[in-house]
């Protein structure tokens, strides 16, 4: 079944001059880009998208991570968006990552590793509705 997903370019991945090789990535992959933004979020936010992990050791760590530049959020739509994606990002440690995944080829650590990706329906459909309301979602 196609469906929604949610990519984020991390803060890594845009100093880096990866936005366009990635969202490349995605597009020859099949995704089609539904949704897609630059913006640079407060620390209030970062931990409103990361409350899962609110009780985890690296939480501090990951949010200032994450609010230290610009990200580039999308949204990603294809036949088993959310899986593909997941497969195409690679494993959370770049050194766990498949070959030619994307944390593969550009991650530096467990926590800079380029890339977002949502992991269930459930949690793409509050990612997704975190960053674009209907409207943005062409
Ligand atoms: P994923 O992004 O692969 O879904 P998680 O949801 O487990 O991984 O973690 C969210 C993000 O938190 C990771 O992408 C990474 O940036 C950071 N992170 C995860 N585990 C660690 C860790 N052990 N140390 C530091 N940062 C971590
Ligand atoms: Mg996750």
Redesign the pocket.
């Known amino acids: 079944m196609a469906e929604q997903t949610l990519s984020i370019i991390k803060p890594d991945g845009v100093k880096k001059g990866l936005t366009g090789k990635i969202i490349s990535i995605f597009e020859e992959n099949g995704f089609e880009i539904k949704a897609i933004k630059k913006v640079w979020l407060t620390k209030k936010q970062a931990e409103g998208f990361y409350y899962?992990h609110k009780e985890r050791p690296f939480f501090g760590s990951l949010v200032d991570f994450m609010t230290e530049g610009p990200i580039v959020p999308m949204v990603l739509f294809r036949e088993n968006a959310i899986l593909k994606n997941r497969e195409i990002m690679g494993a959370?440690n770049p050194k766990d990552a498949a070959e030619g995944t994307i944390r593969k080829l550009f991650a530096e650590s467990i926590e800079r590793n380029v890339v977002?990706?949502?992991?269930s329906l459930e949690?793409a459909r509050f990612e997704v509705a975190f960053f674009f309301n209907i409207f943005e979602i062409l």
Not at 116 to 119: A, P
């Open positions: 899962i959370t977002h990706g949502s992991d949690s």
